[in-house]
């Protein structure tokens, strides 16, 4: 399987938004679920969203009813749309799936900014 890489991250001012892609095959997204994670300076690596096989999603309290992870309708790339962000989500993002947890393998991820 091809390594996942991340997108669109940025700078962006406290209250913005961003949206993360990660091109990923149809086959990945119908055999392994899918997850966006992050790690902040100094901190341990967060999981952020996930994505199950079936569609059901979850996120980390920190995130609830701001982010949002998704797929396009064609199956090939994952989201994940960031609303109301802040400081505190300022972190490194790294898409992944149960196939590359279970790799140890990870991209280089997007740095995601929020700062005045």
């Known amino acids: 399987q091809a390594q996942l890489r991340e997108s669109g991250g940025g700078l962006v001012q406290p209250g913005g938004s961003l949206r993360l892609s990660c091109p990923a095959s149809p086959d990945i997204f119908r055999r392994y679920a899918m997850y966006w994670y992050r790690q902040a300076p100094g901190k341990d690596r967060e999981l952020v969203a996930s994505?199950?096989?079936?569609?059901?999603?979850t996120y980390a309290n920190s995130v609830k009813g701001r982010f949002t992870i998704s797929r396009d309708n064609t199956g090939t790339t994952l989201y994940l749309q960031m609303n109301n962000l802040n400081p505190e989500d300022t972190a490194i993002y790294y898409c992944s799936s149960d196939y590359e947890l279970a790799a140890r393998r990870w991209g280089q991820g997007t740095q995601v900014t929020v700062s005045s």
């Open positions: 994505l199950s096989t079936v569609g059901r999603t």
